[in-house]
């Protein structure tokens, strides 16, 4: 679906980073390659494309401004955002998923939805939504944000640098780092509809 190398390498620095900002916490930024893109990125970083201090900067600052503008606009919108219809761009599966993940986890979800594909971009909004804190939501988004996008831009980095001819693994790599990531979201969907079968 994405030509991850070629998206990179056109959009640079300035790409990334509206990249990640819309997947973090603009509700239209869901389909968004994240954990896929800034691994590939990581990795082009290894191979002297990037630079991987400014690429690791820009991505945490995408990240932690994104989830901020999901969550005020969650504050904003309230309750509204989930009497929305579906759309191209909106689904009100992912918000309720998102919600049913806030409730269960509380503010350890803005780290873990970090690395759940969907949820990611409504956590954010949802926690506007339930009007947490924003002292507490602004601590779990810096640590969430830089576990998130410096941690796995890291990975593709230090991968891209340890295994020779790295380049012919890369596309079963992302393949297997998107399954890794839809891992609980599956997982998730599947708990639910084993707790309604026994209801």
Known sequence: MFDLLWIIKTAGYLGLFG????????????????????????????????????????????AVLGDNVGYWFGKKTGPLIFKKEDSRFFKKAYVAEAHTFFEKHGGKSLILARFVPFVRTFTPIVAGVARMNYSIFFIYNIVGGFLWSVGITLLGYFLGQIIPDVDKYLLPIIIFIIVISLLPGLFQIWQSRKNKIKK
């Open 19 to 62: 990249i990640v900002f819309a997947e973090s916490g603009l509700f239209f930024g869901f389909f968004l390659p994240g954990d896929s893109l800034i691994f590939t990125a990581g990795f082009l970083a290894s191979q002297g494309f990037l630079n991987i201090y400014f690429l690791c900067a820009i991505l945490f600052v995408g």
